[in-house]
């Protein structure tokens, strides 16, 4: 409990204009939240700005930025290029319910990319997004399954809600009907021969959808060639490989882990990044899928067009600022400065961990950080950590409370990371960010120090 933690009553003291609007919000939403990441003890801050890497919270805090909109904000926040994209569109409307020149620029942008984006759906979120290429799936080979990967996320939709956190048998989460739960193969990560031999044995299988990186993101990253081999394999089994590139894509790499990995998926769902900081989401791939959208490949093929409605579909305001993050992506080196900042920082909050004798571990690759925080007491070196040695169980979980208080502690030194316990890197990340960053964990480790018997070297 946090009842009575130092740490708890300092934050609190800092932010009492949260905690009114907190108090005010319990009245409107479950938990006062309207996202669960976003759920905090006792309370989240309440943000009134944000400019690059920085945001300002509703009592003048100021804060460097590693939620990055959910992962949406490769280029930090209010781009000036990107809001003058967004005025111009603005200034004609901000829906028309037909079709408009901003959609056509913005698939252009994500086809310039992701060469196997052979044609593109726009949806409204990136859960939308895996929905649509599970059901596209299952429409072009007849199948009714979809394998998926222990502890990756793919979105909240029905086929989606459990394995990710827990139901790692399969069972379903609560308002989730066993029938649907029963058409879904959960697989172990990193596991290729499990793999081969589920899809050998299970001629139901649809497809197979994993984050290319790892669950989280990447943290709890793949072996180097797991991709590569689930290529081979659901190639040879005449299986559909979706690469999940919401969290992925134009992040790790301007063409997204398909481009970093050299692996070329039969569909894609993207998200965040794609829309440039507005809601957006979209399904990409081979084009001969993609027909079970298309109205004169149903009728010239003689198969049933799958219905695919959204009013929000390519919103001319989220395809603008789309268009304009990805031609930025594209013409400039944002994703490297970002890859850049993610190497500089990882060691240096290592070096805090060592210094203090704890034994946690920053790690990650390109744009992004985590915090491993060896919750079953490992002996390990912070200086010479390799992920891929720790159980990916051991990975995404965290010791009840802690990873509470090491936000509240990073808050209290001006420094915001996810409620997972990591972070991602924007554009405008600077040398100023990475000293704060480092100095706030080191803060953090201090207080947590002197509450907590933490896991030591």
Known sequence: MLSNSPIQNKYMQRTPSSLALAEKAGAYFPSAITHDSRHTTPYGIYVERAKGSRKWDADGNEYVDYFGGHGALMLGHRNQEVEACIQEALAAGTHFGSSHQFEVAWAAAVQKLMPSAERIRFTASGTEATLLAMRLARAYTGRNKIARFRTHFHGWHDHMAFGVSGHFDGTATPGVLPEVAAQV???????????????????????????????????????????????????????????????????????????????TPDLSSLAKILAGGLPGGAVAGRADILDHLDFQASADRGFEKIHHPGTFNANPLSAAAGAKTLEIIADTDATDRAAAFGAALRPRLNQVFADAGLGWAAYGQQASFFVFMNGTGLKI?????????????????????????????????????????????????????????????????????????LPRT
């Not at 659901?234 to 999940?244: A, P, R, S, Y």
Request: glycine fraction near 12%; avoid cysteine.
């Open 185 to 263: 193969v959960l697989l172990d990560p990193d596991d290729i021969d499990a793999v081969a031999e589920t899809l050998k044995k299970d001629p139901e299988i649809a497809a197979v959808i994993l984050e290319p990186t790892g669950s989280g993101g990447g943290m709890a990253p793949l072996a180097p060639g797991f991709v590569v081999q689930l290529r081979e394999i659901t190639e040879q089994h005449g299986v559909l490989l979706i690469m999940d590139e919401v969290v992925t894509g134009f992040r790790v790499h301007q063409g997204g882990a398909q481009g970093l990995l050299g692996v």
């Open 381 to 453: 070196d912070p200086l010479n950590f390799d992920p891929l040695a720790i159980p990916y169980q051991d990975l995404k979980s965290k010791p009840p409370g802690l990873m509470n208080k090491l936000r509240l502690a990073l808050l209290i030194g001006g420094v915001d990371i996810s409620g997972a316990g990591g972070g991602v890197i924007s554009a405008t990340h600077d040398d100023n960010d990475l000293e704060q960053t480092v100095a706030a964990f080191e803060q953090a480790v201090s207080m947590l120090m002197a509450e907590d018997d």
